[in-house]
């Protein structure tokens, strides 16, 4: 019932913090990728790459290269959650584990998101439970939270 309690609480903050500067995490050093490299995917540059992987097979690698150490800060952008997400889906298995694991340790962030938790939902998605089960190592204690959470109820249905 505490840890209940403590997590509900830090419940709340993170969706404070969420809704004042959005994208902006609570770890915000461990943004992975620099300020300037995110910074050059605005919403074109993510709808042209997500065009790329729609072409075939040979365009995967580009993409990949271009948004490896970054998808954590693409997943908490409207447009970068979308290219993450069909990245994800149409790269081979060691790549999108590879992306997801850029992931690791800020599910808890991501489920708060307006546009991580759909990277979250994909991840469930497009990879088997041995690449997938840090999601729920991450939340464990905090299912009735993350069920309740007007975002976060996506990831468990």
Not at 62 to 68: G, K, L, N, T
Not at 83 to 112: I, P, S
Not at 113 to 118: D, E, G, I, L, V
């Amino acid at each position: 019932m505490q840890a209940e309690a403590r997590f509900a609480g830090e419940v709340q903050s993170w969706s404070q913090n969420e809704a004042k500067n959005p994208g902006r995490h609570r770890r915000g050093e461990k943004t992975s990728g620099s300020a300037q490299g995110l910074a050059a995917f605005d919403a074109a540059r993510c709808e042209q790459l997500t065009q790329r992987l729609e072409s075939g097979s040979q365009a995967h690698g580009e993409v990949v290269s271009a948004i490896r150490g970054l998808v954590l800060g693409l997943s908490f952008q409207s447009s970068g959650c979308r290219l993450v997400q069909h990245a994800l889906q149409t790269v081979d298995l060691q790549t999108a584990t590879e992306l997801a694991a850029e992931l690791h340790g800020q599910v808890r962030e991501a489920f708060l998101s307006p546009h991580a938790n759909y990277v979250i939902q994909k991840i469930i998605e497009a990879l088997p439970c041995a690449q997938s089960s840090f999601i729920s190592e991450e939340l464990m204690g905090m299912g009735a939270m993350v069920a309740r959470h007007r975002y976060g109820c996506r990831i468990l249905c």
